[in-house]
């Protein structure tokens, strides 16, 4: 069986490590892949989003099952494309995938079908935006409409800082188009909470629990990032939450989207906050999350290709999807100056022993060497029976890893330890 992954970063190198773990895949071919995936795969040289080159490479090999999981080529219809000539897919359709794609309709979606989320305000003009913004409760979020890269939201503490944000984003378009129209919601507070879950339309089975770690720097101090670092499972979120998300978001949201005409299938992500007034939906993303995957998907016992399967035949109740018991810590290794300037091309060290635990992300192979290409460059993962010796592993697997101008934060799961050690909630 010929499988296709498309994208090129640490989740997609994840997902291609766990594809290989299934007998019946004689090959995988990773579309573009990166430096490191090209060890676990056959990379081909065509991007995430060059829709018609990616049907036709899949016709010309005879691909039996692809994996899209981008957001961007998600939003744009590729699945439909690929099943149009015929070729099995995980990853929602276009239509369902707006579920990401516009921040506008998920918050409209929630709102009409009483999905518990943070208040809101929808403009097209930064006009009406900033006369909102004289009187808007502060703090307050700001939130462009389309996808940017994991950075469309801006928590503006001051209303000097709300209204420059409207600024960049509507006047100076610093997200292009995905920002001609903004959301300003409520601030909420509370723990962050990532569930990641498969769903074929009829069932939604969540995969375990994680948590983000967003800012640059330690502390949680700094910019906004695609994510520095992971832990799972989530030690905030307990057994009676999650029966709560169950009930009152995860379920919901899956019979929302079938009554607007838009089933889901594939990789329905949650980002929720718990809240003093209960788990509240922060945003929704169509697919796995980076570096979520990273430490959900070595969790996962059960095979899964089947599980991907079924969900594409709308069979997920049929099967057994089984997460171990254990944790997982994963430390994002990156180019010092990421998010913003930072330079490339410094050759990777990793030792051999460590290969199978690390998630390349930003890297090339140049000369049959790996070196840096982007801003996260790999990540440290480690799965250990508990918490704390999963960190350590991690860090200590960090530690033998070398290139210049690396970076990393050195508190991920620091938090998550605090709240499993002393109950801290």
Not at 140 to 146: S, Y
Not at 287 to 310: H, Y
Not at 359 to 384: F, P, Q
């Given at each position: ?24 895949i004689d090959c995988i071919y990773a579309l573009p892949g990166n430096g490191g995936i090209g060890k676990d795969s056959i990379c081909v040289p065509i991007g995430a989003k060059e829709t018609d080159k990616i049907v036709g490479f899949a016709q010309n090999e005879g691909i039996d099952y692809a994996v899209v999981a981008p957001d961007d080529p998600l939003v744009l219809g590729l699945v439909d494309e690929l099943e149009r000539v015929g070729i099995k897919c ?336």
């Amino acid at each position: 069986m010929k499988v296709l992954v498309i994208g090129g970063g640490g989740r997609e190198h994840a997902i291609v490590k766990k594809l290989k773990e299934n007998k019946k895949i004689d090959c995988i071919y990773a579309l573009p892949g990166n430096g490191g995936i090209g060890k676990d795969s056959i990379c081909v040289p065509i991007g995430a989003k060059e829709t018609d080159k990616i049907v036709g490479f899949a016709q010309n090999e005879g691909i039996d099952y692809a994996v899209v999981a981008p957001d961007d080529p998600l939003v744009l219809g590729l699945v439909d494309e690929l099943e149009r000539v015929g070729i099995k897919c995980f990853g929602p359709d276009k239509k369902a995938a707006i579920i990401e794609g516009s921040k506008v309709f998920s918050k409209n979606l929630m709102k009409k079908y009483s999905i518990p989320t943070a208040q809101y305000e929808v403009f097209d003009k930064a006009e009406s935006a900033l006369a909102y913004l004289e009187t808007a409760p502060i703090p307050t979020v700001i939130k462009a409409d389309g996808l940017a890269l994991g950075k469309g939201v801006i928590i503006a503490k001051t209303r000097d800082e709300a209204k420059k944000a409207v600024f960049e984003i509507m006047e100076n378009k610093k997200f292009g188009d995905s920002g001609n129209s903004i959301v300003i919601e409520e601030f909420l507070e509370g723990p962050e909470v990532s569930v990641l879950s498969f769903t074929d339309g009829k069932t939604i089975v969540p995969m375990v629990s994680s948590m983000d770690h967003k800012r640059a720097c330690d502390g949680d101090l700094g910019l906004n990032t695609g994510g520095m670092g992971t832990v799972a499972p989530n030690p905030y979120y307990t057994e009676e939450i999650a029966k709560e998300c169950m009930k009152k978001i995860f379920l919901p949201t899956v019979e929302a989207m079938n009554s607007e005409g838009r089933t889901f299938k594939g990789c329905l992500y949650f980002g929720l906050m718990l809240t003093k007034d209960g788990p509240k939906v922060i945003e929704y993303n169509c697919r796995f999350g980076d570096p979520e995957t990273q430490v959900v998907l070595p969790l996962l016992e059960s095979d899964l290709f089947e599980i991907m399967n079924a969900v594409t035949e709308e069979r997920l109740s049929e099967i057994e999807v089984k997460f171990s018991k254990k944790s997982a810590c994963c430390v994002v290794m990156a180019s010092k100056g990421y998010p913003e300037h930072y330079e490339k091309g410094f050759e990777i060290s990793i030792p051999e022993s460590e290969k199978p635990y690390v998630y390349v992300a930003g890297a090339e192979l140049r000369n049959d060497r790996l070196v840096t290409s982007g801003g996260r460059v790999l990540g440290a993962v480690a799965v250990e029976d508990n918490l704390e010796d999963a960190i350590n592993s991690a860090y200590n697997r960090a530690a033998k890893i070398k290139f210049d101008n690396a970076y990393y934060r050195t508190d991920i799961g620091k938090k998550a330890l605090l709240v499993q050690k002393e109950g801290i909630l």
